[in-house]
Every structure is written in structure tokens, then in C-alpha cells.
């Protein structure tokens, strides 16, 4: 940049042209798959796969720590929908506070594990 201040009219152009791209690039990802989705009004009970963890402090400060594990954190979970019993496995995806002092979590369902064959 060569320091210059550009025009109101030049910055327009710049967000114009780069929300194109933008749409072209969501196009040639095609769907996303978090867009499909179905409302779940549902009690989930959810158990956590593991016991004793290891984790790597990454930061520290007077309000909390930040860490990382090595591997996902896998839960089971019972719930019904469409009047059907489910159960699956999946792994802790992301996590947030709500405003209201609860939390708002995503899991990404692991893959069915293949019947065995006797």
C-alpha cells in the first residue's frame, strides 16, 4: 500500500468485487452441510467416553486457562427424534457461553461402527 487514502467510491468497489469472489468461492465448495439442518426440540442425555485426561496448558490468565488434547473428546448420546429412539457416538466439535450462563455445544456424529459379521 502506498499509503494514499482511497475513496469512499474505491473501498465500495474493493467490498463489491470481493463479495463476488466470495460467492464464487461458496459455489465451487458447494453445500454446506451445517446449512441442512432439522429443528430438535428434545431431551439429549449424553455420556462422556473417557476418565483421567491428559492436556497441554497453551495460556493462562486471572479469568481462566486455556488447553488442548491430543484426540477428540467422544461422547454416546440417547435421544428421540421422529419418534425413534437414536443413539450415536460423536466427538465435542465447538462450544460457547450463551448470554443466559449456559453453554451451546456442536458434535460431529462419528461414523457407525460396522456390524460384526459371526
Not at 61 to 67: A, K, L, N, R
Not at 84 to 112: I, N, Y
Request: hydrophobic share 40%; aromatic share 10%; charged share 30%.
Amino acid at each position: 500500500m502506498d499509503g494514499k487514502m482511497r475513496t469512499r467510491e474505491e473501498v465500495m468497489a474493493e467490498i463489491g468485487a470481493l463479495r463476488q469472489r466470495l460467492a464464487e468461492l461458496q459455489r465451487e465448495a458447494g453445500p454446506d452441510p451445517r446449512t441442512d439442518r432439522a429443528e430438535l426440540q428434545t431431551a439429549i442425555e449424553f455420556i462422556g467416553d473417557f476418565d483421567v485426561l491428559q492436556a497441554e496448558g497453551v495460556d493462562l490468565s486471572e479469568g481462566g486457562i486455556g488447553f488442548e488434547l491430543r484426540h477428540p473428546l467422544f461422547f454416546e448420546m440417547h435421544f428421540t427424534f421422529d419418534g425413534r429412539a437414536r443413539q450415536h457416538r460423536a466427538h465435542l466439535v465447538w462450544m460457547k457461553l450463551t448470554d443466559e450462563g449456559g453453554c451451546r455445544c456442536g458434535f460431529k456424529f462419528d461414523a457407525p461402527a460396522p456390524s460384526p459379521e459371526f
